[in-house]
């Protein structure tokens, strides 16, 4: 079973729209990590947060904040006002303490000029 | 300071080959994990080392080696090359534990 699903594949937005990404997440585990990663077309992960299963408490850092809610076991993501630049696939992973990172399939967004 | 450096950026081989994949994590990390990253999908964990001891092993087939270094710099190993093995190769370092950060990554192509 997947340990993270972000079902959306891909994703179209036109430029200043708002977008949020779903990443829905399982696990045993009563401490945990999770995080989302942009990978832009050259290939590198970009860190942008990491939250601990403790901290439900929501985060803004500029244009993007992040909704951790543990009874949904979901954990999204949004971008409010994209721009051309957030074109990316974003990934949201799983970490159980064990340092392994459980990623998911990915969601490509594309923001339309 | 710098990232997480990797070398070669770029590599061909040919089936049955063998490659040596390189990882420099950034200073002070003490952790190294690699990930395949195939066409589409997200990262697949294959090894983590952290003090130069293997602490944890994706479900990958032997083929697929690793060590870690005095100076916690990583190697990949992969022998037997398949078609299949055709990816992104990720590394990523950490201090210890929680978030990893990567490398630009390896892309691999076998013929």
């Known amino acids: 079973a997947q340990k993270v699903t972000q079902a959306q594949t891909e994703i179209s937005v036109v430029e200043k729209e708002d977008v949020t990404l779903d990443c829905v997440y399982e696990?045993?585990?009563?401490?945990?990590?999770l995080f989302w990663y942009k990978q832009p077309p050259s290939g590198e992960l970009v860190f942008l947060i990491r939250r601990n299963s403790f901290d439900e408490q929501n985060e803004i850092s500029g244009r993007y904040s992040w909704n951790f809610q543990k009874s949904t076991s979901s954990f999204n993501f949004t971008i409010t006002a994209s721009q051309v630049v957030d074109s990316a696939v974003y990934f949201c992973a799983l970490s159980e303490g064990s340092n392994q990172f459980y990623f998911g399939t990915g969601t490509s967004l594309t923001v339309i000029p | 300071d710098a990232g997480v450096t990797q070398s070669p950026t770029h590599l061909i081989k040919t089936r049955g080959q063998h490659v040596t994949l390189r990882c420099s994590p950034i200073?002070?990390?003490?952790?190294v994990s690699w990930y395949q990253q195939v066409l589409g999908q997200g990262p697949q964990f294959i090894f983590q080392?952290?003090?130069?001891?293997?602490?944890g092993r994706g479900n990958f087939p032997d083929r697929f080696s690793a060590r870690q270094f005095p100076n916690y710099s990583s190697e990949l190993n992969v022998n037997a090359l398949l078609l299949g093995d055709s990816a992104l190769y990720l590394c990523?370092?950490?201090?210890?534990?929680?978030?990893?950060?990567f490398g630009p990554g390896t892309r691999l192509l076998v013929l």
């Open positions: 696990t045993r585990d009563t401490t945990y990590y």
């Open positions: 200073s002070g990390h003490k952790s």
């Open positions: 080392y952290y003090e130069k001891e293997e602490r």
């Open positions: 990523a370092s950490s201090p210890m534990a929680e978030t990893q950060y």
